[in-house]
């Protein structure tokens, strides 16, 4: 820390991880009783407007004067903030969110815990550091994250609860930005167990889409871990402990969009994938949710049973999922985020399925790697030696694959009594 500086303190998730034993990816510092000209004399450089927030000449860690914030309007953006040289350590660590993030470390190592973070930290509780939490909608989200990054172990007090449904109910949260929500929802879904996010924020209403799956019955033959919610989160949790990237995790979570409005419109689930078209789209709309996460989401609902039944499928209608559905020899990355999202579809089913092997997967793969060895070149030579042209090429190129498919399911067919049982999962 720098010496020129009296009272420097490192503050929040720096000193939680340290306690935690945990790395910590950046290094936050409060400042007491000094004032944004000091800090520029001494080669600091501000950054922002909302607040004095300065970076360090050399380190580049952020060094941030002493604050406090009253609220004076509505949303993220409604606050009053004091950031003069009277404001206080402790008034400063009362402004965060949780307990475990409201502490500070002096330059000798001491730590300063007003809020009794430490005791929280140890009893894996995430508790409010003070009623100030309900002023502000996206901490209802980032505990809900933080709860996803440490896991089951780990719980909200009652509390705490308490003052997140007071969020909702004061209409706080409909004014939370779409892009902080999904800000938040992004880094959810990247942590080590992104259903609890989701659990956390059940009943408040934000994700009207992932509320509506409770109670929807499936099933049970296929389905034995209940309704449909459960099963999203078991597929969701899948997607997650076996460290599929975040957009894979995206289509497990909104794989089945489409199954609460079937059951309520139509008493049943047949068409849910189509269905879930629509409502995806319209999710992704509202939250502003990035069209590589969009695209792979809607392809997974259109097509993941397609992939289920792949084994029973004929040569035009396989040619159908991987090529003119997935476009998978443009697409092989996003094709296999598609396939590893199938298999935690059919593994998230509780505990007799988790396990179970899905060679649907690498079945697909093979597929696509007979169509990639075909040598287009030549046929569309052929094509034009033979007189054809335009959309004619086309058609000849389309004929020469659906003639691969069938060669390889032909051979594949030869050699079944080599292969396991593929029932539909």
Not at 195 to 221: H, R, T, V, W
Request: charge should be neutral; proline fraction near 4%; hydrophobic fraction near 35%.
């Amino acid at each position: 820390m720098n010496n020129k500086l009296n009272k420097v303190y490192l503050v929040g998730g720096a000193v939680r991880d340290s306690l935690l034993g945990r790395q910590s990816k950046d290094k936050d510092y409060v400042v007491v009783g000094e004032t944004p000209a000091t800090l520029i004399a001494l080669g600091y450089q501000p950054v922002g407007s909302d607040f004095p927030v300065f970076l360090h000449p050399k380190t580049k860690d952020e060094y941030a004067l002493a604050r406090t914030e009253r609220k004076s309007g509505k949303g993220y953006c409604g606050f009053t903030v004091d950031a003069s040289t009277s404001v206080t350590l402790e008034e400063d660590l009362a402004r965060r969110d949780l307990t475990i993030n409201s502490m500070a470390m002096d330059a000798k190592g001491n730590i300063i815990d007003p809020f009794n973070g430490q005791a929280d930290l140890k009893n894996k509780i995430l508790r409010h550091t003070t009623d100030a939490f309900a002023e502000d909608p996206v901490r209802a989200l980032r505990i809900a994250r933080f709860l996803a990054r440490f896991g089951e172990q780990w719980s909200i007090h009652p509390d705490t609860q308490a003052l997140m449904k007071q969020l909702k109910e004061s209409g706080e949260l409909a004014h939370l930005v779409p892009e902080r929500v999904w800000n938040e929802t992004e880094k959810a879904l990247s942590e080590k167990h992104p259903q609890l996010f989701f659990q956390a924020l059940n009943g408040l209403a934000l994700f009207p889409e992932i509320e509506s799956m409770q109670g929807i019955p499936q099933p049970e033959k296929h389905h034995p871990e209940g309704d449909v919610y459960i099963h999203t989160m078991l597929v969701l949790k899948r997607a997650a402990d076996l460290g599929f990237d975040v957009e894979t995790r995206f289509a497990a979570l909104t794989h089945d969009f489409g199954k609460a409005y079937c059951h309520q419109q139509y008493g049943n689930l047949r068409g849910h994938e189509q269905i879930g078209i629509k409502i995806i789209n319209e999710f992704c709309e509202r939250l502003k949710v990035p069209n590589k996460f969009k695209a792979l989401a809607v392809l997974t609902s259109d097509n993941h049973t397609r992939c289920h039944t792949l084994f029973e499928l004929t040569p035009k209608k396989v040619h159908k999922l991987i090529v003119e559905k997935m476009n998978a020899i443009v697409h092989p990355h996003r094709f296999l985020q598609f396939l590893q999202a199938c298999l935690c579809d059919a593994q998230g089913r509780g505990e007799t399925f988790v396990n179970k092997d899905y060679p649907q997967l690498q079945f697909a793969q093979s597929l696509l790697n007979a169509l990639n060895q075909l040598d287009k070149k030549a046929i569309v030579q052929r094509a034009i030696s033979q007189g054809k042209s335009g959309p004619h090429i086309g058609t000849a190129m389309r004929e020469a694959e659906i003639n691969c498919l069938r060669d390889y399911l032909t051979e594949f067919k030869n050699n079944e009594n080599k292969e396991p049982n593929h029932e539909n999962n």
